[in-house]
């Protein structure tokens, strides 16, 4: 490639040189010129070749290293090549936990690798381009520096290890998204014709409608229309839903909505329209401002003045539990999911101090703990992950004692 890029400037240079210095009404400008414009665009058209044969051989060794893509090398015969933009580790939430993910990115597939180490991956996950439908900004704190990818079948949220990769994905994402014009006809905020990114299994430790703990009996069930998490009795019901071509089980929420908007009879929510291949060609209607601000969204995370995951020992004798703290006016709010409606403990503040462990208290890590004591009552512990988080949570603390 090298060669042709260096004959092409050599030639283009002298021939360059050599025309300048040609007057136009020369007999022999038109053929100088004819000879300039074919050799530069022979030196092209090597390179393109060049570079083509270099990306193939590019995709195909990446693409040895992976096993369990099925046909994923299988062309249509006019189809353009698979073009390599990006690939690297990122992490991915599921349903219980976070888990270490590499993702491959093409130019019209993203495989998304369980990496089994020695330069090996096993695929899990393969999305076309074309069903992406959009990338969003996610506050989930559950995962550091996250984003949410949104496809035609499946959502879910993804997080790079800082911030430039975070940004840097949701870039190679949008262009490739862009290239395949993916993101022309649908919405995120379409209730049951795009999937939804579940709120993850330990975001909430009750119902998201009746509030009931969840318990070894009380069971989580996922909404497959808003992603949400309910019991049992609070999403019993059935409902067509045409991102995934089938019925599937919805919340008492989005069961309402869906059923005021298409109906209730099923063959006939699919001939009205409600299908991918309708849907996606854009002659859906857009929804409501009512079925957008219900559950079409993700759940809120609760939060105030300050919030996070702190460690808290509730007295003396306790053992440490971890919780999403909420500061709220003068009110500590104890969370147990960051999803949860209703905290499973609320302190006021006033009157109470806030001060580093002393010995007596007999915490460990007391540069990262605070103590927040009440004369006759038993103290508190919150056990931070850092020094300046601890700073950050005592002034808001501190503030919060007092009443202006």
């Known amino acids: 490639r090298l060669v042709c890029i260096a004959t092409k400037a050599v030639v283009s240079t002298q021939s360059t040189g050599y025309i300048e210095r040609l007057e136009e009404t020369s007999p022999d400008y038109p053929d100088v010129k004819d000879s300039l414009e074919k050799v530069a ?6 390179n393109d070749n060049i570079a083509k044969l270099e990306n193939f051989q590019l995709v195909t060794q990446l693409l040895s290293n992976v096993s369990g893509l099925g046909m994923v090398m299988e062309r249509q015969e006019n189809a353009a090549p698979m073009v390599y933009i990006k690939h690297g580790k990122i992490m991915k939430m599921s349903r219980r936990t976070v888990q270490n993910r590499f993702i491959f990115l093409f130019s019209d597939v993203i495989l998304i690798c369980k990496i089994e180490g020695h330069g090996k991956y096993k695929c899990t996950k393969r999305i076309a381009v074309s069903d992406l439908r959009s990338l969003a900004d996610s506050s989930d704190p559950n995962m550091a520096h996250p984003f949410e990818l949104i496809t035609k079948k499946c959502s879910f949220t993804l997080g790079g290890k800082d911030e430039d990769e975070k940004k840097s994905w949701m870039v190679a994402l949008n262009r490739v998204m862009a290239g395949g014009q993916a993101a022309a006809t649908s919405s995120p905020q379409r209730l049951g014709l795009v999937a939804p990114v579940w709120i993850p299994d330990n975001g909430v430790s009750m119902c998201m409608n009746c509030e009931r703990n969840f318990t070894t009996i009380l069971r989580r069930h996922h909404c497959r229309a808003c992603g949400k998490v309910f019991c049992s009795m609070c999403s019993s019901n059935k409902q067509w839903l045409a991102f995934d071509n089938k019925t599937g089980r919805v919340c008492d929420s989005c069961n309402s909505i869906l059923s005021a908007r ?11 329209g409600l299908t991918n291949s309708n849907f996606f060609s854009g002659t859906i209607e857009e929804p409501t401002d009512h079925e957008v601000s219900s559950t079409a969204t993700k759940g809120t995370i609760q939060s105030g003045l300050i919030s996070g995951f702190v460690l808290v020992k509730l007295g003396p004798e306790k053992d440490y539990q971890k919780y999403w703290c909420v500061v709220r006016g003068v009110l500590l709010h104890l969370y147990a999911g960051t999803y949860d409606k209703k905290a499973k403990k609320e302190m006021p503040l006033v009157g109470w101090n806030i001060a580093e462990p002393d010995e007596t208290d007999k915490v460990q890590d007391t540069t990262v703990t605070l103590k927040v004591g009440h ?30």
């Open 262 to 272: 298409d109906g209730f009879d099923e063959k006939a929510r699919k001939t009205r």
């Open 375 to 404: 004369q006759g009552l038993d103290p508190m512990f919150l056990k931070f992950t850092s020094e300046p988080e601890k700073e950050k949570w005592y002034e808001v603390l501190e503030k919060a004692t007092f009443v202006d």
């Open 41 to 46: 665009l022979a030196a092209n058209k090597a």
